[in-house]
């Protein structure tokens, strides 16, 4: 168990609809990183919080939106779902520490009909 | 896009065998990490290696890391079918960004 929390495990929905998906890190890590894997890909960085503060962003569409709460947990908006946003969403939490590893969630796999 | 490459994509061999994956990294790192993931599962973290460093191991894993030529290998010895995963590797930049950005993987399959 990492410690890491994501909720829900499998999600199935329309296109145009639209989802949240929920993190909670492991305790006492501030940032919480998101990323998305396609079949059979390798993981697509989507966006960087540390202790509530957008840090980074990286291949995430304007549809997505996300944001980290004062408790720390954070969330991840997808709007106007398209088939192609079919995809493994991961959450991992990382320490401050200067050579800090990343603990991964299960994933929630998003299924766009 | 990428940080890094994994290469090969794809890799089988039998039980017993040697293992080696090679990454290759775009930019100057503080450090690289090497992670697992089985099919479908999260990524579990095997190893870390400074930018400053040039060798690790960690029981029947060990990491070699040049940064001349931006690039790290992973030797898994005397694999077991336990070992068939997915392997990534992983850059971070340091800094403020901190960003974990991951190579597309390298998929072992470990024949009994």
């Known amino acids: 168990d990492s410690g890491v929390t994501q909720t829900p495990k499998h999600l199935i929905t329309a296109t145009g609809q639209r989802v949240t998906l929920r993190c909670s890190p492991r305790?006492?890590?501030?940032?919480v990183y998101w990323y998305q894997q396609s079949l059979d890909q390798g993981l697509q960085f989507l966006i960087h919080?540390?202790?509530?503060?957008?840090?980074a962003k990286g291949n995430i569409l304007e549809r997505f939106s996300a944001q980290q709460f004062p408790d720390l947990h954070s969330e991840l908006n997808l709007s106007s779902l398209e088939l192609g946003d079919s995809a493994l969403y991961f959450c991992?939490?990382?320490?401050?520490?200067?050579?800090?590893?990343?603990?991964f969630g299960q994933g929630t796999r998003l299924t766009v009909v | 896009s990428q940080q890094g490459e994994e290469d090969p994509q794809a890799l089988s061999i039998q039980e017993g065998e040697n293992a080696t994956m090679n990454c290759s990294y775009k930019t100057s790192i503080n450090n690289l990490q090497w992670y697992r993931q089985n099919s479908g599962r999260g990524l579990v973290h095997l190893i870390l290696?400074?930018?400053?460093?040039r060798e690790k191991h960690s029981g029947r894993l060990r990491v070699t890391l040049d940064t001349s030529k931006k690039s790290s290998s992973l030797l898994i010895t005397a694999s077991r079918a336990a070992d068939t995963a997915s392997y990534f590797c992983?850059?971070?930049?340091?800094?403020?960004?901190?960003?974990?950005?991951f190579g597309s993987g390298t998929r072992l399959q470990v024949q009994p």
């Open positions: 991992a939490s990382r320490a401050v520490a200067r050579d800090a590893e990343a603990f």
């Open positions: 919080y540390y202790n509530g503060e957008e840090r």
């Open positions: 290696i400074r930018s400053n460093e």
């Open positions: 992983a850059t971070d930049s340091g800094g403020g960004r901190r960003a974990l950005t």
């Open positions: 305790s006492g890590d501030l940032s």
